[in-house]
C-alpha cells in the first residue's frame, strides 16, 4: 500500500524549475510572493524560502564572472604573440637600414 500523500510532500517531490536570476518580470512584480501563482509552480509558491538560494546566485554570479574573464584571456593570447613578434622585429629594419646607408655612402 503506498504511503498517504499530503501537499508538503506532493510539493517537495515534485520536480523544480531551475532558478531565475536577474532582475524580476513584471509578473512577479505584481505577485505578493514575488512569484507567479499561475502554473506548474504554484504549490513551489507557497513553500518557505530555500536556505541555499543566496549560495546558489554567488556561485553562479562567480561561474559568469570566470566564464567571461576567461574569453578575456582567450583573446589577449594571440595579441600578446602578435606583439613579440613585432617587437622582435620592429629593430631590423632600422639596423638594415643604417647598414645600407653606410655601404653607399
Known amino acids: 500500500m503506498p504511503p498517504a500523500s499530503s501537499p508538503e510532500t506532493d510539493a517537495l517531490t515534485q520536480p523544480t ?4 536570476y536577474g532582475p524580476p518580470s513584471p509578473v512577479q512584480k505584481s ?3 514575488g512569484k507567479n501563482k499561475k502554473g506548474k509552480n504554484s504549490k513551489l509558491s507557497l513553500l518557505p524560502p530555500d536556505a541555499f538560494e543566496d549560495k546558489l546566485i554567488v556561485m553562479a554570479d562567480v561561474c559568469a564572472y570566470f566564464h567571461v ?3 578575456h584571456i582567450i583573446n589577449h593570447v594571440p595579441l600578446k604573440i602578435k606583439h613579440s613578434m613585432h617587437q622582435a622585429l620592429a629593430g631590423k629594419p632600422l639596423v638594415t637600414l643604417l647598414q645600407s646607408l653606410i655601404m653607399t655612402a
Request: hydrophobic share 30%.
Open 69 to 71: 574573464a576567461y574569453k
Open 17 to 20: 524549475a531551475p532558478l531565475e
Open 31 to 33: 505577485s505578493p510572493t
